[in-house]
C-alpha cells in the first residue's frame, strides 16, 4: 500500500516542479461603441410637449408677447428713444413668478462682460483713426437707459437688470391662461457700426454727412419660457443671437420728415408718408410681376438729401404674428418694388438703398427677394407675410421679420465686379431666406446656431443653383467643407455646440450643416423623401419652437430612412470622412480546383453540404493558375455551366441571361470615422462608364473595411470612389485604382 501511494503521489510532485502555464487575461467588456446605433443615449426623451415622431406634442404651448411702441429718431444726435406696452400671454401651465426681458443693447455698454470675456492680442499696424479710437478717445456711451418700467396703472415696478437681461418682479404670480401687461420707457445712442461694430446701426455718408439708419435689438423685448428650458435668458456676448416668442406689433416711427422708410409690418399711412405720385407708383408695383417699379426715384432720393429737414413724420406699422421687429431709414433711400405671386398670395418683394448702390441694386436686388420667395416656398410653405424688403447696408448682413440688411455695392464708377454681385446676390437670398429660418420656424438661435443658419445656408444653396446654372455657391457642394474637417481637431466643434463656444463659426454652423443636408439629399436619401420630410418639418413648425431633436425625429419619421448614424456622426462629432479603396484582385473561372480550394466544403441550407460540380473562381495570383486559363469567361467554353443552362432552364429564362465575363473583388477601407454611402464609378476598358452606390449601413458589422465583387461583361481599366465629390471625403490619394497621383490635402 505505502508503494502504490508513493506512486500516485510521484506525478503531482513532477507537475508541480513544472513551470506554471501562462493564463491570458481577459478582455474587459465595452459599451456599444457601433456607430448605427441608435439616439436614445442623446436625444431628449418625448413627451406631452414633444413627440417621439418630431412633432408638436397635445400639450405644447408657446407664450405670446404683443406690443404697442412708439418710436423716434434723433438724426442730429443719432439718438433712438421709445416707449412701449408689453402684453404678455402666459399659455404655458406654469405660474410665473417673473419676466425676463432681454436688453441686447446692453451687450455694448460699458460695463458689459462682453470684451472681458475675449483674448486680445496687440495689433502691430493700425489706421491712425483705429488707434485714436482704441487708445485715446472714449468711446459712445452705448447700452439702454431705462427711464421707467410700470405696472398697467402707471404704478413702478420692481426690476433688475442683469448685463443683457432685465427681470420683472411681479407682485403676483402670473397663473397659467393669465396676461399682464407692463409699459417701459428707454433711450440709447445709436452706434456707426462700421467703426464700432455690431448689428444695427448707421453708415455715415462722408460726403453730405447722411446717416443710413439700420436698426434693430433697439427695444426691450421678451425672452421665451418654454417647455425645455423654462426661462431662455442666457446672457447675449454677440455670436448667439436671438431667442423671442411670436406677437402682435402696433409701432410708429417718428423721423425726420425728408426720410424714407421701411420696417416690419404693413404701412399704415401710406398716403400720409409718401407723395400722392409714389403712392400711383406703389399700386403700379402690386400689379407688376414681371420687373419693379421704381417708386422713389434716385433723383427724389438725391433732392433729399441735400438737405435736412427740421420737420418730423410718423411711420405707422402693423405686424401680425412675428417674433421681431427690425426699421431702415434715411433720407438717402430710393425704392423700388414689385408683386410676386406665391399660388394664390402675392407677397412684395422691395428693396431700399442709396444711388452708391446703383445701377447694381436697382438691377438685381428686388429681382433676388423674388426669386428667393419662390424657391423657399417651393421647399417648405408659401411665405405668409405681406412682404420681404431688402436694405443695401454695407457690412452688413443681418436678418429680422419682413426685412433684412445686405452688403454689396458697385465701385465708385458704377462698375460690379461678378465676385461682389454673386456675394451680394448669396447674401440677399440668404437674409431673405431667413424668414423662414427662424423667423417663422423659430429656433432657439442663442443656444443652437445652426439650426437657422445651417438650415438657411442649405436652401439658400438650392436657391441659388435655381437661380442660375453653375452659380459659384460658397456653402452647399460637400467637397467645400473639405478644408475644415481636416483641420486640426483642437480647432474642430461638433455641430451640436452652443453657439459661443464655437471657434470657426462660419464653417461650424453654416457651412457644415449645409454641407451635411444636401448630402442626406442628394446622397443618402434621395430628393423625393427629403423634401418630403424636410418640408414636413418646416410645415410641423411654422410659427412655432422647434428643437434639434425635433428636426432629427421629423426627417426620420417622414421618410423611413433610419439616420441616426448620420446625425451622431455630422452632428455630435468631428469625425471626418475617408473611405478608400484598399484592394482589387481579379479572379477566373475554372473547372478545376486549386489545392487551397480542392476540400473546401459548400453549405447547402442550413445543416447539408453541396456534392457538386462545382465552379472554381481562382485568384489572378495564384500559382497554380496557368496563363491560358487568364481569360475572359466563355460559357460554351465551360461544359458543367452550359449544361447546366441547357438542362435547367427554359428559353425565356435563357434569354435573359446575363454574361460576365470578368470578376473582381474590390475591398474598401475607411481611415475616417465618419460613416458614408461608397459611391463607386467603374470605367471599363472602352471608356464606357458605371456607377454602384451602397448605402452607409455596409459599415454597420465591419467599420473599418467592406468588399464589393463586380461581374462585369467588360475588363474594368478603372476604379474611383466618389467621382463626383460628393460625400466630402478628405483625402482623396486613396480613391482611385490603380492609385494615382494626386496631391493630398495634407501635403
Sequence with gaps: MKNFSLLLILPAILFAQEKPAVTTPKQSGKYDTNKFSQMYDLLATPNMFRTASGAPGPAYYQQQADYKMDVELDDKNSRLSGSETVTYYNNSPDSLEYLWVQLEQNQAAKNSQSPLAESEKISQVLTVEKFANTYLQEGLSRGFNIEYVKDAKGNPLSYTVNQTMMRINLPKPLKPGEKYSFSVKWWYNINNYQKDGGRSGYELFEKGGNKLYVIAQFFPRMAVYNDVEGWQNMQFWGSGEFALPFGNYEVNITVPADHVMEATGELMNRS????????????????????????????????????????????????????????????????????????????????????????????????????????????????????????????????????????????????????????????????????????????????????????????????????????????????????????????????????????QFGNNSYGKPAAGLNILRETIMGRELFDHAFKVYANRWKFKHPTPEDFFRTMEDASAVDLDWFFRGWF??????????????????????????????????????????????????????????????????????????????????????????YFYEVTFNKPGGMLMPIIVELTYEDETKEVFKYPAQIWRKNNETAKKVFATTKAIKKIQIDPKLETADIDVTNNAWPKEEVKSKFD
Design 272 to 503: 400720409e408718408v409718401f407723395t400722392p405720385e409714389q403712392v400711383k407708383r406703389y399700386e403700379l408695383a402690386t400689379k407688376s410681376f414681371d420687373k419693379p417699379v421704381v417708386i422713389v426715384t434716385q433723383e427724389e432720393a438725391e433732392a433729399s438729401e441735400k438737405g435736412f429737414s427740421d420737420k418730423k413724420k410718423t411711420w405707422k406699422y402693423s405686424a401680425k404674428n412675428v417674433r421681431d421687429f427690425g426699421i431702415a431709414t434715411s433720407r438717402k433711400f430710393i425704392y423700388d418694388a414689385m408683386a410676386v405671386q406665391l399660388n394664390n398670395k402675392v407677397v412684395m418683394a422691395t428693396s431700399v438703398y442709396p444711388k452708391e448702390s446703383n445701377p447694381l441694386w436697382g438691377e438685381t436686388s428686388t429681382r433676388t427677394v423674388a426669386h428667393t420667395l419662390k424657391s423657399y416656398s417651393s421647399h417648405t410653405f408659401d411665405y405668409p407675410y405681406p412682404k420681404a424688403v431688402s436694405v443695401s447696408a454695407e457690412d452688413q448682413g443681418m436678418e429680422y421679420p419682413m426685412i433684412c440688411w445686405n452688403y454689396g455695392r458697385p465701385d465708385e464708377n458704377g462698375v460690379t465686379s461678378d465676385r461682389i454681385k454673386h456675394g451680394m446676390m448669396s447674401v440677399i437670398i440668404h437674409e431673405v431666406g431667413h424668414n423662414f429660418f427662424p423667423m417663422i420656424v423659430n429656433s432657439d438661435e442663442r443656444q443652437w446656431t445652426w439650426m437657422d443658419e445651417g438650415l438657411n445656408s442649405f436652401m439658400e444653396y438650392m436657391a441659388e443653383q435655381e437661380l442660375e446654372p453653375n452659380y459659384p455657391s460658397s456653402r452647399g457642394p460637400a467637397k467645400n467643407i473639405v478644408p475644415y474637417m481636416s483641420g486640426d481637431q483642437k480647432f474642430l466643434e461638433p455641430i451640436m455646440s452652443n453657439s459661443e463656444n464655437i471657434i
Design 572 to 661: 455630435y462629432s468631428t469625425d471626418f470622412v475617408d473611405i478608400g479603396i484598399d484592394d482589387v484582385k481579379q479572379y477566373y473561372v475554372s473547372e478545376n480546383p486549386t489545392a487551397e480550394l480542392k476540400d473546401v466544403k459548400v453549405r447547402k441550407g442550413r445543416f447539408g453540404q453541396e456534392k457538386g460540380p462545382f465552379v472554381y473562381l481562382i485568384s489572378e495570383k495564384s500559382t497554380e493558375l496557368a496563363s491560358a486559363q487568364k481569360k475572359a469567361l466563355q460559357l460554351d467554353e465551360f461544359k458543367s455551366l452550359s449544361d447546366y443552362v441547357s438542362q435547367n432552364l427554359s428559353e425565356e429564362e435563357k434569354a435573359k441571361l446575363k454574361s460576365p465575363k
